[in-house]
């Protein structure tokens, strides 16, 4: 008879607790200290894969690779290839993905597969979803990364307090905004977990029972809470306020300073285990760099130099020996910071994320071709429109569409943001296509990749450019 599955949660909360401890004291440590930890775990992952992992064996006989390895040497691995060798590259031949799936299709809460998995899932926005398993002593460590980031938002496990954490995130047990809590919801915290696809007056009711200490969501549904406080239909007053998952910004993270007078805090994670986060300066996220490496790269996967914008950024997990994470590619698009935080934390920072790579919209040049246009060109202008509470940038064959979820009484906002949109696609060298405005009042629907929002959304195969 195996471990009743509530000793098994109480085991990996306990070891997550240790684990804490051990990451609390990485955040005192020099620079140089880090740096060795580093070494010494990627060389213990980099012997364990290539002895475990039939892809990665296959790879380093194929290429004659010998120790000591570098982490250049391994190839950069995309979500395509990474599903297509599934099988291969995990370290347990247990694992199939196609059983996973199985598994997968039946999972309502924390339930473990084989008695010692957790299995996730990302939510699929760039177009390919990838699964995840974390064995049990992998899964404390995610846990432990979680009570950092409430320790650093200033809330410590086991007080007497208990504070109330609400998180509104994917409905999802196979995402980790709903496992983690779900997971660690065992006396610690007083975790609740909201559905980011429930309508909103249904979100306002909840919250207004919960009267949550912390509130954690994705920006465009905090953005979506603070209107219904200023019109006096949501009642609360949460000391910390954490987004995530989408870009938080400048005007927001202003507009939920004001009305909530509450700490906010920018968060960014990744389903394969990347963790970043705001100290109480807020100068940037700090990324655990003693649970993973993150290499910046333009679009020919060459090193891009602290202070400039990469095109996307290789993930290597330090803590993964059941999937191995090894220069896995996600598409956001990051700047990292020159110089160290003045709080002391000796992990680089994440100055700005401007999106991802697929969210670039290749449109008509005036001179032939395509022109390249990031989505920090769209948020320049619609972000310079207080009225506007969210928007979505819709791109077909032939136009663009902006839907925009605007305060009553701005009715005339209309030929003002078509006027400098068309301004600033001009000044970029397109030949602009026609562009809709469409006034919303509500821009609910969430039920695609797992409650996350997507602000460009491209109807139009880019694949050849």
Same mark, same amino acid.
């Given at each position: 008879?195996?471990?009743?599955?509530r000793?098994?949660?109480?085991?990996?909360?306990?070891?997550?607790?240790?684990?804490?401890?051990?990451?609390?004291?990485?955040?005192?440590?020099?620079?140089?200290?880090?740096?060795?930890l580093?070494?010494?775990? %990627?060389?213990?992952?980099?012997n364990?894969?290539?002895?475990?992992?039939?892809?990665?064996?296959?790879?380093?006989?194929?290429?004659?690779?010998?120790?000591?390895?570098?982490?250049q040497d391994?190839?950069?691995?995309?979500k395509?290839?990474?599903?297509?060798?599934?099988?291969?590259?995990?370290t347990?031949?247990?694992l199939?993905?196609?059983?996973?799936?199985?598994?997968?299709?039946?999972?309502?809460?924390?339930?473990y597969? %084989?008695?010692?998995?957790?299995v996730?899932?990302?939510?699929?926005?760039?177009?390919q979803?990838?699964?995840?398993?974390?064995?049990?002593?992998?899964? =404390?460590i995610?846990?432990?990364?979680?009570?950092?980031i409430?320790?650093?938002?200033?809330?410590?496990?086991?007080s007497?307090?208990?504070?109330?954490?609400?998180?509104?995130?994917s409905?999802?047990? %196979?995402?980790?905004?709903?496992?983690?809590?779900?997971?660690?919801?065992?006396g610690?915290?007083?975790?609740?977990?909201?559905?980011?696809?429930?309508?909103?007056?249904?979100?306002?009711?909840r919250?207004?029972?919960?009267?949550p200490?912390?509130?954690?969501?994705?920006?465009?549904?905090?953005?979506?809470?603070?209107?219904?406080?200023?019109?006096?239909?949501?009642?609360?007053?949460?000391?910390i306020v954490?987004?995530g998952?989408?870009?938080l =910004?400048?005007?927001?993270?202003?507009q939920?300073?004001?009305?909530?007078?509450?700490?906010?805090?920018?968060?960014y994670?990744?389903?394969?285990?990347?963790?970043a986060?705001?100290?109480?300066?807020?100068?940037?996220?700090?990324?655990?760099?003693?649970?993973?490496?993150?290499e910046?790269?333009?679009?020919?996967?060459?090193?891009?130099?602290?202070?400039?914008?990469?095109?996307?950024?290789?993930?290597?997990?330090?803590?993964?020996?059941?999937?191995?994470?090894?220069?896995?590619?996600?598409s956001d698009m990051?700047v990292?910071?020159?110089?160290?935080?003045?709080?002391?934390?000796?992990?680089?920072?994440i100055?700005?994320?401007?999106?991802?790579?697929?969210?670039?919209?290749?449109?008509?040049?005036r001179?032939?071709?395509?022109?390249?246009?990031?989505?920090?060109h769209?948020?320049?202008?619609?972000?310079?429109?207080? =009225?506007?509470?969210?928007?979505?940038?819709?791109?077909?064959?032939?136009?663009?569409?902006?839907?925009?979820?605007?305060?009553k009484?701005?009715?005339?906002?209309?030929?003002?943001?078509?006027?400098?949109?068309?301004?600033?696609?001009?000044?970029?060298g397109?030949?602009?296509? =026609?562009?809709h405005?469409?006034?919303?009042?509500?821009?609910e629907?969430?039920?695609?990749?797992?409650?996350?929002?997507?602000n460009?959304?491209?109807n139009?195969?880019?694949?050849?450019?």
């Open positions: 008879m195996g471990k009743p599955h000793l098994r949660r109480l085991e990996d909360l306990a070891r997550a607790v240790a684990y804490r401890q051990a990451l609390i004291r990485h955040e005192y440590w020099s620079r140089t200290k880090l740096e060795e580093q070494k010494r775990r %990627l060389a213990e992952l980099l364990w894969t290539t002895q475990r992992s039939p892809f990665y064996r296959e790879l380093c006989s194929r290429f004659r690779m010998s120790k000591p390895y570098a982490l391994f190839p950069i691995m995309n395509k290839t990474y599903m297509e060798y599934f099988d291969e590259i995990v347990d031949p247990r199939r993905l196609s059983q996973l799936k199985e598994h997968m299709a039946h999972v309502a809460g924390d339930e597969y %084989l008695g010692e998995y957790r996730l899932t990302t939510a699929g926005s760039s177009g979803k990838t699964v995840i398993v974390f064995n049990r002593k992998e899964w =404390s995610q846990e432990a990364a979680s009570m950092r409430a320790s650093m938002m200033g809330v410590i496990p086991f007497t307090r208990r504070p109330k954490i609400v998180t509104i995130g409905p999802s047990p %196979l995402h980790d905004s709903y496992r983690l809590p779900l997971s660690m919801d065992i610690l915290y007083r975790y609740h977990v909201l559905p980011a696809t429930a309508p909103i007056d249904e979100l306002v009711q919250l207004n029972l919960l009267q200490y912390i509130l954690r969501g994705f920006p465009s549904m905090l953005g979506l809470l603070v209107t219904e406080q200023l019109q006096g239909r949501l009642h609360i007053s949460p000391c954490a987004g998952g989408e870009p =910004s400048k005007e927001l993270r202003k939920l300073q004001a009305v909530w007078q509450s700490s906010v805090f920018d968060i994670g990744t389903q394969e285990g990347l963790r986060m705001e100290c109480n300066l807020g100068e940037g996220m700090h990324i655990f760099e003693d649970l993973g490496i993150v910046v790269v333009d679009e020919d996967n060459c090193p891009v130099p602290d202070g400039n914008l990469g095109h996307k950024i290789l993930f290597t997990s330090l803590f993964s020996f059941t999937q191995p994470v090894i220069r896995y590619e996600i990051m990292l910071a020159a110089e160290p935080c003045s709080c002391g934390l000796p992990f680089r920072r100055l700005a994320i401007n999106g991802r790579n697929d969210d670039v919209l290749y449109l008509p040049g001179k032939g071709g395509q022109v390249a246009v990031h989505p920090v769209f948020w320049d202008v619609l972000e310079s429109f207080a =009225s506007i509470r969210q928007y979505q940038v819709v791109h077909e064959a032939d136009s663009i569409c902006l839907r925009l979820m605007f305060e009484g701005n009715g005339d906002i209309v030929c003002s943001v078509r006027e400098q949109l068309t301004q600033k696609l001009h000044s970029l397109v030949r602009c296509p =026609s562009i405005v469409e006034l919303v009042t509500t821009l629907d969430r039920s695609r990749n797992m409650g996350k929002w997507k460009i959304v491209s139009v195969n880019q694949a050849v450019r």
